[in-house]
């Protein structure tokens, strides 16, 4: 099993190192920006960079099952499952704003066990392996010891439809934490936290593919993962509250208070 998880995570790594070559190529080019649905972003790239990552992973892997944004976002859950988000932060990419990531991560029945997040701007790759801790390039990470939300520095993120619900929690956070950021890449919000750059973070709506990088990353760096009220996480869930533990109780009653206003 041991040299299993570092193919594996070689994999992951080399199929996001081969995407960023592609994202970084358009960088101050034209991106052909399409629409799924109203407001939701995708761009060409998007689609170049999933079709890429998934050649990778079946070549090597070709009875695992792959979830990934663009192509095959419904596929169901099997033993060996790959979750891929080609770009996280289409956004902020569309306009060369550059706070973007590539996010593959794998999972044996149903455990987390790789995951990968590479900025592309920043040349910071992330990584994880279950057990193994967590690594920003080469350097091990963990969660800040920051104790009070008072003194917190949260990231979060909106859905592209966005909610009376989500602007409520962000307005009570505004005043409760040091300061909240809204950057635009879920998976980096998570690595972010993970590697002590900020101390929680909440969003709803959250897709598997834009988590389940992060999620890894953040649990082999300390960090803890739940939904609202403190339950199990779930990739397929719709709310997502993580932290460096210390503010976490914190973090949920507030989140209590915020949602009876
Ligand atoms: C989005 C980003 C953003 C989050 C949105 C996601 P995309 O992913 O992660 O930070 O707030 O909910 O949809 O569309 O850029 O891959
Ligand atoms: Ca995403
Ligand atoms: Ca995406």
Redesign the pocket.
């Given at each position: 099993m041991k040299n299993m998880e570092n193919e594996y995570l070689n994999t992951a790594i080399f199929a996001a190192k081969e995407s960023a070559k592609i994202l970084l190529s358009y960088i101050g080019k034209e991106k052909n920006v399409d629409y799924k649905g109203k407001i939701?972003?995708v761009t060409e790239v998007d689609r170049k960079s999933e079709d890429n990552i998934i050649q990778i992973i079946k070549e090597r892997y070709p009875s695992h099952q792959i979830i990934a944004?663009e192509s095959k976002p419904d596929s169901s859950r099997a033993e060996y499952t790959w979750y891929i988000?080609p770009?996280?932060?289409?956004?902020?990419f569309s306009h060369d704003y550059p706070i973007?990531a590539v996010s593959i991560a794998f999972e044996i029945d149903r455990k987390l066990q790789v995951g990968v997040v590479l900025d592309p701007t920043r040349s910071e790759l992330f990584r994880a392996v279950k057990g193994k801790g967590a690594f920003l390039n080469n350097k091990k990470i963990s969660v800040s010891d920051t104790r009070f939300l008072k003194n917190s520095l949260l990231a979060t993120?909106?859905?592209?439809v966005i909610t009376e619900r989500s602007i409520k929690l962000f307005n009570h956070f505004l005043s409760k934490a040091q300061a909240v950021r809204?950057?635009?890449?879920?998976?980096l919000?998570l690595c972010y936290l993970a590697s002590g750059r900020v101390d929680g973070f909440w969003?709803l709506?959250?897709?598997p593919w834009?988590m389940a990088a992060g999620k890894i990353i953040l649990k082999e760096a300390g960090g803890i993962i739940t939904n609202f009220t403190g339950g199990e996480h779930s990739l397929f869930g719709n709310n997502t509250l993580a932290s460096n533990r210390l503010i976490h109780k914190e973090l949920m009653n507030e989140i209590e208070i915020a949602e009876k206003e």
């Open positions: 939701n972003l944004e988000d770009l996280d932060g289409t956004t902020n973007f993120g909106f859905p592209y809204r950057a635009g890449s879920a998976a919000d969003e709506d959250l897709k834009d």
